[in-house]
């Protein structure tokens, strides 16, 4: 009796031995490594005293520094996998990024602002409405003549549901998600059917048609390789593209899915009405990542909610030869300039990428009716100087 009563004590202390082994494991497991701590401490004194412009600066005050320095998300990405970028690239234009779905909720402190900031006054108690494409009936040419618009394009991103962001994928997971999307989208048919590319051993001939046809997206740029989105490179990547060459997906670029549809000319309601079709028709097959809150999740802040940017190549000399006016006109319709070939890119030959900005807070189908509405106006301008 004595015998199994020494038998339970001993196996109640074992247990407690044990729940405080497991403990001291679970709390070392969520601490920041003290060189993380490090680099966080010495990359934020650089920006601290730099003259960056970045929203990463702007907002980082040493207050929410310290006060997010040292936590962690379940999958373990800290606040220096959200702030590398913006730390190594002073002249970045926001500077965050989220390596997975978490850091939205545990780093908001930093997130909320920037997001209210970029997305034109989101606030942190505001709600994305539901999806909603719209009547795609009511969107037409903006250009039926043929004088201003070079090209159209609307895409979007997603993220596959469970799998979390660039940082933190696994070799095993970006090969896994590859074949996910390609079984997908192999299930397309009429004018969304095609053919899927992978990155991986990609014979010549096809590489080379692929740039001719300026699909090929290539490793990222130094804000992306910064924030540790090109791990693994080309593993897991690939490209799909109907026939027409209408209507793209680049699988594991800087997003899981960037979907997108796009043709010569200014006929914005066809390839808006090409993307909404696919679009519905993906999700059918796979579950996205999606936030009560936040909409549609990614891994730049720049780039939630609906996701969706509505863009035109556009030549507008006159009104090019005075920029500032050009991002005035634009300001007013909440629309991005940027350089031909996008972001941190210059205007080749007068040719300017103009988009929607506010992609949070309105419907996908406000966000390009935004853009519509931005683009008529300067070809009215640009055609009366």
């Given at each position: 009796m004595l015998e199994d009563y020494s038998r339970i004590k001993l196996s109640a202390h074992s247990e407690t031995l044990w729940w405080y082994v497991l403990a001291a494991a679970h709390e070392s497991s969520n601490m920041v490594d003290?060189?993380?701590?490090?680099?966080?401490?010495?990359?934020?004194?650089?920006?601290?005293?730099?003259?960056?412009?970045s929203l990463l600066k702007k907002y980082l005050t040493k207050e929410i520094f310290d006060n997010l320095k040292t936590k962690k998300t379940s999958f373990g990405s800290t606040l220096l996998d959200v702030i590398q970028s913006g730390l190594e690239n002073h002249d970045s234009g926001v500077g965050i990024y989220a390596p997975d779905a978490e850091a939205y909720t545990l780093f908001s402190d930093l997130f909320d602002p920037i997001i209210e900031d970029y997305h034109g006054g989101f606030k942190k108690t505001d709600k994305h409405p539901p999806k909603e494409w719209g009547d795609v009936d009511t969107l037409g040419n903006l250009d039926p003549n043929g004088e201003f618009i070079i090209s159209t394009r609307v895409r979007c991103g997603r993220s596959l549901e469970g799998y979390p962001f660039n940082p933190c994928l696994t070799e095993a997971q970006y090969k896994e998600m590859e074949d996910k999307v390609s079984k997908t989208l192999s299930g397309l048919e009429g004018e969304l059917k095609g053919k899927f590319h992978p990155l991986t051993g990609m014979d010549k001939t096809t590489q080379q048609q692929l740039i001719d046809d300026h699909f090929l997206f290539k490793e990222g740029?130094?804000?992306?390789?910064?924030?540790?989105?090109?791990?693994?490179?080309?593993?897991?990547?690939?490209?799909?593209?109907?026939?027409?060459?209408?209507?793209?997906?680049?699988?594991?670029?800087?997003?899981?899915?960037?979907?997108?549809?796009?043709?010569?000319?200014?006929?914005?309601?066809?390839?808006?009405?090409?993307?909404?079709?696919?679009?519905?028709?993906?999700?059918?097959?796979?579950?996205?990542?999606?936030?009560?809150?936040?909409?549609?999740?990614?891994?730049?802040?720049?780039?939630?909610?609906?996701?969706?940017?509505?863009?035109?190549?556009?030549?507008?000399?006159?009104?090019?030869?005075?920029?500032?006016?050009?991002?005035?006109?634009?300001?007013?319709?909440?629309?991005?300039?940027?350089?031909?070939?996008?972001?941190?890119?210059?205007?080749?030959?007068?040719?300017?990428?103009?988009?929607?900005k506010r992609?949070?807070?309105?419907?996908?189908?406000?966000?390009?009716?935004?853009?519509?509405?931005?683009?008529?106006?300067l070809i009215k301008i640009e055609s009366s100087l």
């Open positions: 003290a060189a993380v701590l490090e680099k966080l401490e010495s990359g934020y004194a650089k920006l601290a005293a730099s003259d960056s412009k740029d130094r804000f992306l390789q910064a924030a540790n989105a090109c791990r693994y490179w080309p593993s897991g990547r690939g490209i799909y593209h109907n026939d027409n060459k209408t209507f793209l997906v680049w699988c594991n670029e800087e997003d899981h899915l960037r979907i997108i549809s796009m043709q010569p000319g200014g006929d914005l309601g066809q390839v808006y009405r090409r993307l909404v079709t696919a679009v519905n028709d993906i999700e059918k097959r796979i579950p996205f990542s999606h936030h009560d809150r936040l909409g549609f999740l990614t891994f730049c802040p720049s780039n939630l909610g609906t996701t969706v940017r509505a863009s035109v190549h556009i030549k507008v000399p006159k009104l090019a030869a005075n920029r500032s006016k050009l991002e005035e006109v634009a300001g007013k319709f909440n629309l991005q300039v940027r350089g031909t070939r996008g972001e941190h890119t210059e205007a080749e030959g007068g040719v300017y990428d103009i988009s929607n992609r949070m807070g309105l419907t996908e189908y406000d966000a390009v009716k935004e853009m519509n509405d931005g683009i008529a106006e």
